[in-house]
Structure formats: C-alpha cells, structure tokens
C-alpha cells in the first residue's frame, strides 16, 4: 500500500504562484512514476503532469507546459508541482497519484496510476 497526501492548496489571485506537494508514504517511493491530475467543478479528471522515477523524463499537459513544473524529492518521499502564471482555468482539486508498475513509463491517463491522494483544492481568482 502507497497513501500519498497533498498540501500547499489554497486561494491565489491571477499570475500567481502556488507549489503543490505530495508526500508519500508506506511502500518503497522511489522507483515509482508520479504524476498530478485535477479536475474541476463539473469536469472529469484531467492529467496535468508525471515523472518518472529517475527525473529523466516528465510529460505535460499542453495548457500547462511552460508555466507548472513537476519535480520529486525521493529522500523526503515527496513529489511537487510548482505552479505558475495561474489561471482562473486552473481552479480545481488537484489529486497526486502513484504508479506500481514501469518506473519510467509516465502515464497520462486515469488508469496508468495504482494509488491516489484525497486532492487539494487551488483556486485562482480573477
């Protein structure tokens, strides 16, 4: 069993910054594949970001790239999702998700990921 849970949510005014963190917990963190999701009010669960174990490789979500960035801290078992230039579209739970298999495979769906956290909520005021 992985339990991953987030933190660094909060309210934040447009162009601002937040960092989000996961920190996980139980099974062995290293040598798993992370990844960050969030869905919005009336929305489905949307991939916003993962990385492998390594560092080596990471994936975005095309209406983040260039302004969040995904990294991991694999001696404090914790993932972080810098955030900035926020958007009111950014408004949402953001959800930490762990993936048992392929390390360095960094999935961007729903199912390509074993374990979840309970989200944070990130809301950006226009």
């Known amino acids: 069993q992985v339990q991953l849970v987030e933190s660094g949510g909060g309210l934040v005014q447009t162009g601002g910054s937040l960092r989000l963190s996961c920190t996980a917990s139980?099974?062995?963190?290293?040598?798993?594949?992370m990844g960050w999701f969030r869905r919005a009010p009336g929305k489905e669960r949307d991939f916003v970001a993962a990385?492998?174990?390594?560092?080596?490789?990471?994936n975005y979500a095309d209406s983040v790239k260039g302004r969040f960035t995904i990294s991991r801290d694999n001696a404090k078992n914790t993932v972080y999702l810098q955030m900035n230039s926020l958007k009111p579209e950014d408004t949402a739970v953001y959800y930490c998700?762990?993936?048992?298999?392929?390390?360095?495979?960094?999935?961007?769906?729903?199912?390509?990921?074993?374990?979840w956290g309970q989200g944070t909520q990130v809301t950006v005021s226009s």
């Open positions: 990385i492998s174990w390594s560092d080596s490789r990471t």
């Open positions: 998700a762990a993936r048992l298999s392929d390390p360095a495979v960094v999935p961007t769906t729903v199912g390509g990921y074993d374990y």
């Open positions: 139980g099974r062995t963190f290293s040598r798993k594949a």
